[in-house]
């Protein structure tokens, strides 16, 4: 295979998700012809930082991870000047998310449409995380448009002692554990966050042995937490906040059942999201929304409807499940599946084959 010298552009710090996506994909490309920038700094320093290592270490191709400042800015920059070209990988539809939610709304919107827009445009190649999106962005009229799923890194799993140190830890004793992962942020237009189904669905278990458990941090945190205790849950939910990647599969080990919920609208139906590919490599029971790339990944015992942005009537009917899976250990081993499942669509060493066979014949 052909490979050209590669730097990648990415939006977050040496040890955040998008470098460990960065170096997932990588895993099997050529190191001498690799160099990863990352943003350790304000926007503007970091633009100027990334724009001398362009100068001092010329790349034949850029790889611009999500559509962000200022990689997008940059990309297209270099494309337009020094005829650069780059990929635009991407797992979110931005503007229609910004405009759905009411983060970054007003004079924003039509920055973030524009710089979308032309990002897409420009790029040799677009990269997405799952197969409604390639779907959509094909309708857009863009022809080379490639799935490349969120992936995970294997773990080993955590022995019974250090597991029940953990519970103790957090103050789960011997509860049958529903958890949820992720970026916990608050959306003005839709009125919530990410776990709030979870919290009005224990509204309607307080007679089983249940516990909530929302592992992550973001602005919406106090938020939620505010709802836990307005619905009176707050006894029986833990708050982990954030925790290091290296943690987030012992973690998981800890739940019954993993939550992920996605709005049936358009930015729900694009995402693969990161904890699909991670709930499933640690074993967990999933129940997703039957929206995007959990129909796709999952077992129909798994999915749930859900209609539109916010469905009232969701936390009602996520609850029901719960209360049949707590008795049903048979359908709840289904879970055992979903490993290999994982491995087949989302380990790095299958992605990272794809990647090369990607970047080499652009």
Known sequence: MNFPRLTFLLHGRSDSIEATRARGLTQQYPAEKLRFLFRESTRADTARLWRADLRAHPPEL????????????????????????????????????????????GWRLPFLRLIETLTQRRARALVVRGTRHQEHLQKLGHRNVTVLRDGYLPASPAAPAELAALRARLGLRDDFIVGVMGSLVFSPRLQICYGWDLLRALTELRDLPIRGLIIGDGPGKPWLEAQAHLHGVADRVTFTGRIPYAEVPRHLQLMDIALSTQTNNLPGQVRTTGKLPEYMAAARFILATRVGEAVVLLPEPMLLDYTGAVDSTYPHRLAQRIRALHRDPATLALRHQLPALAERHCSYPVLSAHFNQLIAEL
């Open 62 to 105: 850029l790889y611009v991870l999500n559509t962000a400042l200022p990689g997008a800015l940059l990309a297209l920059r270099e494309n337009l000047f020094h005829r650069l070209p780059y990929v635009l990988d991407t797992g979110d539809v931005i503007y229609e998310m910004a405009r759905a939610s009411g983060i970054n709304a």
